[in-house]
């Protein structure tokens, strides 16, 4: 679901933080927000504290972005460092210009506070240049570094996702688009404490892509640098394939052990972790997996997928926001990333030690959460799967921090 929710956002501008607020619990999954909301929760003001601090050592301008979308009316647009929102003016074909929405950044060793609204989208934070940003006529033109004639292909940036609403605060960092510029996140809660995640572990950033360019297969491939040597990020491996960067049968062995194992037993998918009543149980038959209810009455298919549809999370494993196919889906979707799914026929498999042991795997993902401090990270769209993904929430929210870390 949340890679449904990641192209609704290169739509209209909203983030992977609103599928955790809002759009996941309608499949019943449980989430962080449902243990830390409570029935009695003081009311979120209209806007927060974001305190940016800029701990990366480098030298160049840092700008800010806050682009997304109001709430409480659905207009698409950008948020001033003073929390107001702006809405962006009608677009073109081809694009036009978007309006500057950049703010000052810290200065090295420095801090800058900004105001977030009641907003949905993603704060972007680029090194040395302004982001290009455009528009059409069906809202703004996000950054899609995949493609080499893409404005900003040589510009060291990224951004976390968040949504601030009536029931508080979501904030991640991300990694389903690109490895790039580290960062963490963090929240202030109303007693003082605060909890953040996406921080890297000493040494990280530098081993994450010493570890890439040693995995055979192509996966170095990912790797983008710019033409006085600087490295600028990893795509994904969705893009990857995308791209030609990693060969389109990077996935096959494993998918194809995975459908003849299920022709002869059966996969057991539980996939709310508050209804552990509710499974269903899959079969290959006639190249299809075909899951059944308890009552032995099927409830939905799936086609062979290739390695688009297990890294994009979407196509063949397609996960829309209902109660029973968008739910196995995610569940095979995490299986086949973290590939679990020869090794327990029972899913999900929370148990992260289990993750990445065969050779044919997301080594992305495998390499990005080795280096993650806390191990969570949300290297792929449905890494929320078990808990495994790089999110805060808080359900009253004091302030909110984006720390730029140290790139060694």
């Known amino acids: 679901m949340l890679r449904t929710l990641r192209r609704q956002a290169r739509a209209v501008g909203v983030s992977l933080a609103t599928a955790l607020a809002g759009s996941l619990l309608a499949t019943g999954a449980s989430t962080p927000a449902q243990a830390a909301s409570t029935p009695a929760q003081a009311a979120v003001p209209a806007t927060i504290p974001l305190k940016i601090t800029n701990n990366s050592a480098r030298n160049e301008p840092v700008y800010l972005y806050n682009l997304g979308t109001e709430l409480s009316t659905g207009r698409q647009g950008w948020a001033d460092a003073n929390g107001t929102f702006h809405p962006w003016p009608a677009g073109g074909n081809p694009p036009t210009p978007a309006p500057d929405a950049s703010i000052p950044g810290p200065a090295a060793g ?44 040589n510009i060291l940036f990224n ?37 953040s995640t996406g921080r890297l572990r000493p040494g990280g950033y530098n081993g994450f892509f010493t570890a890439l360019r040693g995995q055979p297969g192509g996966w170095a491939n990912l790797i983008q640098t710019r033409s006085d040597g600087t490295v600028l990020r990893a795509l994904s491996p969705l893009y990857g394939l995308e791209t030609g960067a990693l060969p389109a049968t990077v ?122 401090a806390d191990g969570k990270a949300y290297a792929f769209a449905f890494d929320d799967v078990g808990h495994h993904e790089s999110l805060v929430h ?13 790139f060694n």
């Open 251 to 372: 996935m096959d062995d494993y998918i194809n052990r995975v459908w003849q194992k299920y022709a002869t037993s059966t996969l057991t998918v539980t996939p709310f972790a508050d209804q552990p009543g509710t499974k269903y149980y899959g079969r290959v038959s006639g190249g299809v997996l075909n899951f059944t209810n308890g009552a032995g009455a099927l409830v939905t298919s799936f086609q062979k997928p290739d390695a688009s549809s297990v890294f994009g999370c979407h196509r063949r494993l397609d996960a829309p926001n209902d109660q029973v196919r968008g739910p196995i889906s995610r569940t095979l979707c995490a299986g086949f990333n973290r590939s679990t799914l020869l090794t327990n026929p029972n899913q999900p498999d929370t148990t992260a030690d289990a993750f990445y042991k065969d050779d044919v795997t997301n080594h992305y993902a495998r390499k990005i959460h080795a280096q993650m």
């Open 110 to 153: 420095q801090s800058t506070t900004i105001r977030m609204p009641k907003f949905s989208g993603r704060v972007y934070f680029s090194y040395g240049q302004k982001l290009v940003f455009r528009l059409t006529t069906g809202g703004l033109v996000q950054p899609a570094v995949q493609n080499p004639t893409d404005p900003n292909r």
């Open 394 to 406: 808080d359900g009253d929210p004091r302030q909110a921090y984006l720390t730029l870390d140290p």
């Open 159 to 195: 951004w976390s996702e968040y949504t601030l609403n009536d029931s508080g605060l979501w904030i991640n960092s991300t990694q389903v688009d690109m490895f790039s510029a580290p960062y963490a996140v963090g929240v202030q809660r109303a007693d003082g404490t605060t909890a």
